[in-house]
């Protein structure tokens, strides 16, 4: 599920269906994606390349609502394609793999997304918020409510945070016009089954996502822990704001996850996304 074109993988959670998608996968540093670990120890779990490199992916979910007049919802976005060749090259990313011809070649119409959650706005999880059209950025979702923490979007719009454009403008400022941000302070339940939920510590504002149907519940954790590699207390990455927040965070999910019987779907594992 990395930056691989596959089958989408869909869970049943009783009165609404899951599907997973590609938004595309990139390579980051694996000393910056796992900060106080020593190489040693996680290369054995993410083996790097000669560039100290290790892949990721960029899963997102398509949640579908049965006899809800075909309300849909995207959560996550993936990086998108607004990138020149230096960038493409220093993260990997190919820009002809992204969610929307994704979603598209799945047969989704771009135009039937009622609502777009992202647990953040760093770009490799908001890129895909907007793409180019004959010169212009445009909303990659234009009928769509973007839901994400009040917090983040003034972080981001600050660029308040320890990485350099990572809140990239292109990827917010073309949905500023159409009112299509829904600002959230603390927990908030929208649509019929998804739950936000704060947990912060990768960023201030970082939010996770809970959809629960009536047979089953999904977590969708985002950058809490980006990978299986990451689900131990101290595997967190060096660009998190604030790792102790974000152990906490961590801890909290996965213990009502656990007692719940949970399916946990992580945002950057290539491997195995769904656990």
Known sequence: MAGAKSSPRRIDLGDCLVTLFSGGGLKLDGGAMFGIIPKPLWQRRAPADDENRIPLACNCLLVEWRGAGGRCAIIETGHGAKYEAKECA???????????????????DEQAISDVVVTHLHFDHAGGLTHAVDGRTIPTFPDAHVHVQKQEFQDARANFGIMHATYREENFAPLDATNAWSLHVGEAAILDNIRLVPTPGHTRGHQSVIVSGSNRTV???????????????????????????NRESKRKLLRQAAQERWIVVLDHEPVTPVV
């Open 90 to 108: 220093i993260y990997a990313i190919d820009p002809f793999n992204w969610l929307l011809p994704n979603l598209r070649e799945a047969g989704i």
């Open 219 to 245: 977590l969708f954790a985002g950058d809490v822990m980006p990978t299986a590699a990451h689900l131990g207390a101290a595997w967190n990455m060096g660009y998190d704001l604030l790792p102790l927040d």
